[in-house]
């Protein structure tokens, strides 16, 4: 089955920056098939899906909590999803997956913390 590992996480400071990775075993040539997204999930919300990138990496899409701040894009042939986030702000501290975005999701990765406090 695919298997997932997000990394990247880490306690920041508000306004800082950091990016995530997360990679799945699927082969470069299934992976850019999908859609893929990054999802963050806060204690008492359920998780939500805040940037997708389309297959091949063609457009991408963003909640408008983070429209602006955060950069999703992927590496086809390295089976990597990137988001790169700046201007960091309290309220996106969270555990960050990444999975498919649409149809049906893949087993879920363990998740990186990303906590944002002075």
């Known amino acids: 089955q695919v298997q997932i590992a997000e990394s990247g996480g880490d306690l920041v400071q508000p306004g800082g920056s950091l990016t995530l990775s997360c990679t799945t075993s699927?082969?470069?040539?299934?992976?850019?098939?999908?859609?893929m997204g990054w999802f963050r999930e806060t204690a008492g919300k359920s998780r939500e899906l805040i940037a997708k990138?389309?297959?091949?990496?063609?457009?991408?899409e963003y909640d408008d909590s983070v429209k602006g701040r955060f950069t999703i894009y992927r590496d086809n042939a390295r089976r990597t999803l990137y988001l790169h986030m700046n201007d960091l702000k309290p309220e996106d501290t969270a555990v960050y997956y990444c999975?498919?975005?649409?149809?049906?999701?893949?087993?879920w990765g363990q998740g990186t913390q990303v906590t944002v406090s002075p």
């Open positions: 699927t082969p470069g040539s299934i992976f850019r098939m999908h859609a």
């Open positions: 999975n498919r975005a649409g149809g049906t999701v893949w087993p």
């Open positions: 990138s389309i297959q091949n990496g063609g457009s991408s």
